[in-house]
């Protein structure tokens, strides 16, 4: 079992800026792919950024590309989401998620493949 803890949520106006911590405990010594979702009211939760176990890659969604940056430091077992000129369609509740490398592969943008959560820290974005 893995827990995840996310922090660094907030209100911020329109062109600022957050970071978000994702600090995972329990079983951590396996190889996990981490990434970050988001879900804003009435939407479904969309794919934000992951970080690749193998190889240490890392992918963002177009939305965010150039804005966000995900990074993780694994001797902390914690991954972040430097999160940069925000915008009011950021508001969301931002979730923090893990599973096994050797499951995800390249779904690593699904959902479905993350077998552990976060509670999500809530981020708004203010016009």
């Known amino acids: 079992q893995v827990q995840l803890a996310e922090s660094g949520g907030g209100l911020v106006q329109a062109g600022g800026s957050l970071r978000l911590s994702c600090a995972a405990s329990?079983?951590?010594?396996?190889?996990?792919?981490m990434a970050w979702f988001r879900q804003a009211p009435g939407k479904e939760r969309d794919f934000v950024a992951a970080?690749?176990?193998?190889?240490?890659?890392?992918y963002s969604a177009d939305s965010v590309k150039g804005r966000f940056t995900i990074s993780r430091d694994n001797d902390k077992n914690t991954v972040y989401l430097q999160m940069d000129s925000l915008k009011p369609e950021d508001t969301a509740i931002y979730y923090c998620?893990?599973?096994?490398?050797?499951?995800?592969?390249?779904?690593?943008?699904?959902?479905?493949?993350?077998?552990?959560w976060g509670q999500g820290t809530q981020v708004t974005v203010s016009a």
């Open positions: 329990g079983r951590t010594s396996s190889a996990y792919d």
């Open positions: 970080s690749r176990w193998i190889g240490g890659r890392t």
């Open positions: 998620a893990a599973g096994p490398a050797s499951v995800i592969g390249s779904n690593y943008y699904s959902s479905e493949k993350y077998n552990y």
